[in-house]
């Protein structure tokens, strides 16, 4: 990964399950958001690819390539909805836009999308009119209105309080575990990398790799003094 001459991360080479939670952390600066804008087709790497069920995403026609797309949702830091519409035209708008439906159909779905995350009854505030906390589930909400394998969330509970955060958790197991839903999780949160991850990769902003991969827990015990103090949040 790189921006011309800048290489951010190199030699990056891990698998993500089918049904787990994946982790993706390392400290400030490493390269975790852009991984996933990677990952999810919106930056070409300088090198190598992204394979899905073994099908390449950049080296693919651009037909295959957005057909492997549609297979993602993705939950952005500020939840990245549009302020001018409700939360109900937000979640309804992929389904108008990409599955083709009638604006009453994908408005129907939209709300079922909503009371899945806790948002029933709240279908006609606007982003402004709500917290950060349920900013970031209608986010979730429009995330999932396509039904995608593959959630991907960037820092979900940045700028949450404690039990905001837990909740959202919470939320992203229950996904997980009644769809069978893959979730790639960028975050530093350590109670969330613990209660939620199955696997892990850790990137290094100065040695521009991963240097760990693994569980959490093995995380927590790695030979790399840097994991183990972002692990148990040590000072080194």
């Not at 999810?40 to 899905?52: E, M, Q």
């Not at 990769?201 to 760990?212: G, H, S, Y």
Request: charged share 25%; proline share 5%; aromatic share 6%.
């Amino acid at each position: 990964m790189a921006y011309e001459d800048r290489v951010v991360q190199r030699e990056l080479s891990f698998r993500v399950r089918r049904g787990e939670v994946f982790v993706v952390m390392g400290d400030s600066g490493c390269g975790k958001s852009t991984l996933m804008r990677h990952m999810i087709g919106l930056i070409r790497p300088a090198s190598g690819d992204v394979l899905y069920d073994g099908e390449p995403l950049w080296s693919a026609s651009e037909e295959t390539r957005e057909r492997l797309k549609k297979k993602f949702g993705v939950l952005y830091q500020n939840a990245a909805l549009f302020s001018s519409m409700t939360l109900e035209e937000n979640v309804s708008l992929p389904l108008i836009e990409h599955a083709g439906l009638a604006p009453a159909e994908a408005c129907a779905i939209a709300s079922l999308k909503l009371a899945l995350v806790g948002l029933a009854g709240v279908e006609e505030y606007y982003p402004s009119e709500i917290s950060g906390g349920m900013r970031k589930r209608a986010g979730l909400a429009r995330a999932m209105a396509l039904d995608p394998e593959i959630l991907y969330f960037d820092e979900p509970s940045a700028g949450l309080d404690p039990l905001s955060s837990r909740r959202l958790d919470d939320l992203i197991l229950e996904l997980r575990d009644s769809a069978g839903t893959t979730v790639v999780l960028v975050t530093h949160e350590l109670p969330s990398i613990f209660e939620l991850g199955d696997n892990a990769v850790f990137l290094d902003a100065e040695r521009k790799t991963m240097i760990a991969q693994g569980t959490p827990a093995e995380l927590k015990e790695s030979s790399e003094p840097k994991v183990r103090a972002f692990m148990g949040r040590e000072r080194l």
